[in-house]
C-alpha cells in the first residue's frame, strides 16, 4: 500500500518503508532514553566524587551518543530515498495517513521528550562540575595561601598576589616566622 499526498504527487510511501522508518526513529528514542539514564546515574557519580566511575561513564556517554547521531542519519537517508528528503518529521506526519500519523506522532513525542530530558541532565551536571572546580580553587587558593611563605605567594596566571592585611598583626593564615633570603 502507498500512500500519495494531495500536494507532492511524486511522494510514494509504501508500509515496508514507514515500518523500517519508525523502526530507526524506536531506536533513536531508545538511545536518548539510555543517554538519559546514564546522565541521570553521572550527577549521583558527580556528587559522590568517583572520578573512575566519572570516566566510564563518559565512555559509555561517547558510545550512545554517537549511536544516536548514526540513527538520526540513518533516519534521515531513509526519508530522502522515501522522498521527502530535509523533511522534520513533523512535516513528514502531515502527509501520513491518519493511522500512520498517529503512530509516528506518539513516537515523535517521546523523542522530543527524551531530547529534551538529556538537554536538561547535561545541563544539570554542567553545573555541578562548574561548582566542584570553583570548590577545586578556592580549596587549593586556601591551602597554597597557608603554605606559602608571607609575601611570597602567587596568582594562578603567575603573578605575585598582594597582601589584604597591610597591618602589622598577623592574620590566622598568615606565617608569624621570619624568613631570610
Not at 134 to 155: F, R
Amino acid at each position: 500500500m502507498t500512500t500519495e499526498n494531495p500536494n507532492t504527487a511524486s511522494l510514494q510511501i509504501g508500509n515496508e518503508q514507514l515500518n523500517l522508518l519508525h523502526g530507526i526513529l524506536a531506536e533513536e528514542i531508545y538511545q536518548y532514553e539510555a543517554v538519559s539514564e546514564r546522565l541521570t546515574h553521572k550527577s549521583q557519580v558527580l556528587a559522590a566524587n568517583k572520578p573512575k566511575q566519572l570516566a566510564q561513564l563518559d565512555r559509555e556517554l561517547l558510545a550512545l551518543s554517537r549511536k544516536a547521531t548514526q540513527l538520526e542519519q540513518e533516519r534521515q537517508r531513509t526519508m530522502a530515498k522515501m522522498g521527502c528528503p530535509n523533511w522534520s518529521l513533523t512535516e513528514l506526519i502531515a502527509h501520513l495517513p491518519p493511522q500512520q500519523a498517529s503512530r509516528f506522532t506518539q513516537s515523535r513525542e517521546r523523542l522530543r521528550q527524551a531530547v529534551k530530558n538529556t538537554a536538561a541532565l547535561n545541563r544539570d551536571n554542567r553545573d555541578l562540575l562548574d561548582l566542584s572546580l570553583k570548590w577545586i580553587q578556592e580549596t587549593v587558593d586556601i591551602i597554597s595561601s597557608a603554605l606559602a611563605p608571607e609575601g611570597a605567594s602567587y596568582t594562578a596566571q603567575g603573578g605575585k598576589n598582594t597582601p589584604h592585611n597591610t597591618s602589622k598583626a598577623a592574620s590566622p593564615l598568615q606565617s608569624t616566622i621570619s624568613h631570610s633570603a
